[in-house]
């Protein structure tokens, strides 16, 4: 939740290969206080069954630029074994991005709610609500 003196991010994932959510997949969160700041690995989490990820860790005070990392190549590679069971090797169609990562700036006191929709060899991202 952001405060006056903090910003808050959420996130959720959309397969659109499949129409579905994306399951799974591990999501890390770092913040930095200005442009020549170190990064700082905040913890992380994975989506749940439908997509979304609702613990990500609170961002600290003074926090001017986020990354988010998905680890996406694990949740394609098990996706790619499911589909494997019910038919033959056509192709190969792993991830073609083993993982995303967004990174965008935030202003104290705003939600920032960073979609991902995600195929195997794409992949889009905007501010959502």
């Known amino acids: 939740m952001s405060t006056e003196t903090t910003a808050s991010v959420s996130t959720h994932i959309l397969d659109t290969?499949?129409?579905r959510p994306a399951e799974g997949v591990a999501i890390s969160l770092a913040?930095?206080?200005?442009?020549d700041a170190g990064w700082v690995t905040l913890g992380g989490s994975a989506t749940d069954a439908d997509g979304r990820c609702k613990d990500l860790p609170a961002?600290?005070?003074?926090t001017t630029h986020v990354r988010l990392d998905f680890?996406?190549?694990?949740?394609?590679?098990?996706?790619?074994?499911?589909?494997?069971?019910?038919?033959?090797?056509v192709r190969d169609s792993g991830a073609f991005f083993p993982e995303v990562?967004?990174?965008?700036?935030?202003?104290?006191?705003e939600h920032?709610?960073?979609?991902?929709?995600?195929?195997?060899f794409g992949y889009s991202?905007?501010?959502g609500s």
């Open 17 to 19: 290969s499949v129409g």
């Open 31 to 35: 913040a930095r206080s200005g442009r």
């Open 59 to 62: 961002l600290p005070e003074g």
């Open 71 to 89: 680890e996406v190549e694990q949740y394609f590679s098990k996706k790619q074994a499911e589909a494997q069971q019910d038919a033959p090797r």
């Open 101 to 109: 990562t967004i990174t965008f700036a935030v202003t104290p006191g």
């Open 112 to 120: 920032y709610h960073v979609p991902l929709l995600l195929n195997p």
């Open 125 to 127: 991202v905007y501010r």
